[in-house]
């Protein structure tokens, strides 16, 4: 049974920093894509930060380039997403998904994702 569990979601004020992390179980990772998607009320799941597991290489939303950053820990089976100098247009539900080997920004092309965090960015 594959498990997808988000953390780190909270409150935050305008040009703060959060550091969301998902952690993985139930399968090996090592030949997955790892995603980052976020949802906010009325809009489509939208696609944020991506990483493949065996080569470490990074894709990044053009909104959120140079603000986040997709890493793993391997030893712990978890990815995380670092976000800095958040703004309140990041508001949304952060869903951690996964998917075998090539990354997609389209959410439903992945098989699993997690139950999501919340993130809340105020002006």
Same mark, same amino acid.
């Given at each position: 049974?594959? #498990?997808?569990?988000?953390?780190?979601?909270?409150?935050?004020?305008?040009?703060?920093?959060? !550091?969301?992390?998902?952690?993985?179980?139930?399968?090996?990772?090592?030949?997955?894509?790892?995603?980052? /998607?976020? #949802?906010?009320?009325?809009?489509?799941?939208? /696609?944020?930060?991506?990483? +493949?597991? !065996? +080569?470490? %290489?990074?894709?990044?939303?053009?909104?959120?380039?140079? !603000?986040?950053?997709? /890493? !793993?820990? =391997?030893?712990? =089976?978890?990815?995380?997403?670092?976000? %800095?100098?958040?703004?309140?247009?990041? +508001?949304?539900?952060?869903?951690?998904?996964?998917?075998?080997?090539?990354?997609?920004?389209?959410?439903?092309?992945?098989?699993?994702?997690? #139950?999501?965090? #919340?993130?809340?960015?105020?002006?």
């Amino acid at each position: 049974q594959v #498990q997808l569990v988000e953390s780190g979601g909270g409150l935050v004020q305008a040009g703060d920093s959060l !550091r969301l992390s998902c952690a993985a179980s139930g399968r090996t990772f090592s030949s997955y894509a790892m995603a980052w /998607f976020r #949802q906010a009320p009325g809009k489509e799941r939208e /696609f944020v930060a991506a990483l +493949t597991w !065996r +080569t470490s %290489n990074t894709y990044y939303a053009a909104s959120v380039k140079g !603000r986040f950053t997709n /890493f !793993r820990d =391997n030893a712990k =089976n978890t990815v995380y997403l670092q976000m %800095n100098s958040l703004k309140p247009e990041d +508001t949304a539900v952060y869903y951690c998904e996964a998917r075998p080997y090539y990354h997609s920004d389209i959410a439903a092309r992945y098989d699993y994702w997690g #139950q999501g965090t #919340q993130v809340t960015v105020s002006s």
